[in-house]
């Protein structure tokens, strides 16, 4: 009895997954042509960061971390280029970057430089800002 009816669940199960047809599977979703350059990026930014902790701990000499550091740097620009060459031949507009909303100009204080882009003050005069990279006014005081 028991035989009979492991045969008869064994018969219906694969009944059921013989009978069911492609048009009844969902599509399946759309592979980017990025996503392989996307993981092989991380990849490489990961071992960067691996690399870079490796050398503050005294594990590669100042030669190996410096050679290492340029060949994955070299092989990222051969990635990013391919990102680029990819997204030209498809025609995807490059993502605007968001920047953060200047802020309101403050006074400044006496023998100290500020950026006019960001706020941030320095006791010496700089070509660039410290925190956000932009050119500051030569003269600014």
């Known amino acids: 009895m ?22 009844d599977l969902p599509a399946p979703e ?12 991380a990849a490489i930014y990961e ?26 740097q070299k092989e ?4 990013m280029a391919e990102v680029d060459r990819l997204k030209a031949e498809l025609g995807v507009p490059d993502a605007p970057v968001k920047s953060a909303p200047a802020p309101a100009k403050a006074k400044k204080p006496a023998g100290e430089f500020v950026c006019d882009s960001c706020g941030a003050s ?6 660039f800002c410290g925190e956000c990279g932009k050119p500051m006014k030569v003269g600014q005081a």
Not at 30 to 41: G, I, M, N, Y
Not at 76 to 79: D, E
């Open 2 to 23: 028991i035989i009979a009816l492991t045969c008869i669940v064994a018969i219906a199960v694969i009944a059921f997954v013989l009978g069911v047809r492609p048009k």
């Open 30 to 41: 759309p592979v980017s042509p990025f996503a392989h350059l996307d993981e092989r990026k």
């Open 47 to 72: 071992n960067l960061r691996d690399l870079q902790f490796e050398y503050r701990v005294g594990k590669l000499s100042d030669a190996d971390y410096q050679s290492t550091k340029k060949d994955l």
């Open 76 to 79: 990222l620009a051969v990635v």
């Open 122 to 127: 320095f006791k010496d005069a700089l070509k």
